[in-house]
């Protein structure tokens, strides 16, 4: 069984060498409270949307919970801390937890429980 290292491995390389899926982040609502983002380029999102979403359960949105930048995170929403190997590859994301919400993945501060990414593939 392949680790998951090398799986991220080979999935960044794929990324990077073929044409990308789009992938896009949504902005944020206008009454989200929108807070600090985090800034990504499309190979970095799209490394992390094939990452968490073929290791993470996908886990429906609460009622009243948008997934948007700002947006607060309800205690019913499972958060991981982010892989090494993710953290490994992309550093400014080491310090965050994320979730896979209505096939949305979603960047946290584990702190605040706030959203400061959301990457979608479309």
């Given at each position: 069984?392949?680790s998951?290292a090398?799986?991220?491995t080979?999935?960044?390389?794929?990324?990077?060498?073929?044409?990308?899926?789009?992938?896009?982040?949504?902005?944020?609502a206008?009454?989200?409270?929108?807070g600090p983002?985090?800034k990504?380029?499309?190979a970095?999102?799209?490394?992390?949307?094939?990452?968490?979403?073929?290791?993470?359960?996908?886990?429906?949105a609460?009622?009243?919970?948008?997934?948007?930048?700002?947006?607060?995170?309800?205690?019913?929403?499972?958060?991981?801390?982010?892989?090494t190997?993710?953290?490994?590859?992309?550093?400014?994301?080491?310090?965050?937890?994320?979730?896979?919400?209505e096939?949305?993945?979603?960047l946290?501060?584990?702190?605040?429980?706030?959203?400061?990414a959301?990457?979608?593939a479309?």
């Amino acid at each position: 069984m392949a680790s998951v290292a090398k799986i991220c491995t080979i999935m960044l390389a794929v990324a990077l060498s073929s044409p990308a899926v789009p992938v896009s982040a949504q902005t944020p609502a206008a009454d989200s409270g929108a807070g600090p983002s985090l800034k990504l380029s499309t190979a970095q999102r799209q490394t992390i949307y094939q990452s968490v979403s073929a290791t993470q359960k996908n886990n429906p949105a609460p009622t009243g919970f948008r997934a948007a930048i700002g947006a607060q995170v309800p205690d019913g929403i499972p958060l991981q801390p982010i892989s090494t190997t993710l953290a490994t590859l992309i550093p400014e994301t080491a310090q965050y937890d994320v979730a896979m919400v209505e096939k949305q993945v979603v960047l946290v501060d584990p702190k605040a429980r706030r959203v400061v990414a959301v990457v979608v593939a479309q």
